[in-house]
Nanobody
Framework: QVTLVESGGGLVHIGDSLRLSCVIS????????MGWFRQSPGKERECVAA????????HYPDSVKGRFTISRDDAENTVYLQMNNLRPEDTAAYYC????????????????????WGQGTQVTVSS
């Protein structure tokens, strides 16, 4: 059974940093593009970062560009999301997801295209 387990969330203040981790089990991580998504009550799910199989291509929406960084360590079966200069609008549940792809440089920011999801970790930014 494939599992994705996120950790690293918490309650922080404006301008603080957090690093989220996602440990993936029972799949060959190098065969998958990865993404981080977030969702808060009453809002649609949003992709905040995506990374290709080979790590060479990344994508960020304007809302987090320059503040968030996604990275992957296939040897450790782990994907990270470094979040800096956090804002109240970053408050949400954050989920990692895996997408099976054939191209090493493919990535996706469309949640419906992902195959596996974690349970999420809550990030709350207090003003």
């Amino acid at each position: 059974q494939v599992t994705l387990v996120e950790s690293g969330g918490g309650l922080v203040h404006i301008g603080d940093s957090l690093r989220l981790s996602c440990v993936i089990s029972n799949l060959i991580l190098s065969d998958y593009a990865m993404g981080w998504f977030r969702q808060s009550p009453g809002k649609e799910r949003e992709c905040v970062a995506a990374i290709s199989r080979n790590g060479a291509v990344t994508h960020y929406p304007d809302s987090v560009k320059g503040r968030f960084t996604i990275s992957r360590d296939d040897a450790e079966n782990t994907v990270y999301l470094q979040m800096n200069n956090l804002r109240p609008e970053d408050t949400a549940a954050y989920y990692c997801a895996a997408k099976s792809v054939s191209s090493k440089q493919h990535l996706s920011f469309i949640g419906a295209t992902y195959n596996f999801w974690g349970q999420g970790t809550q990030v709350t930014v207090s003003s």
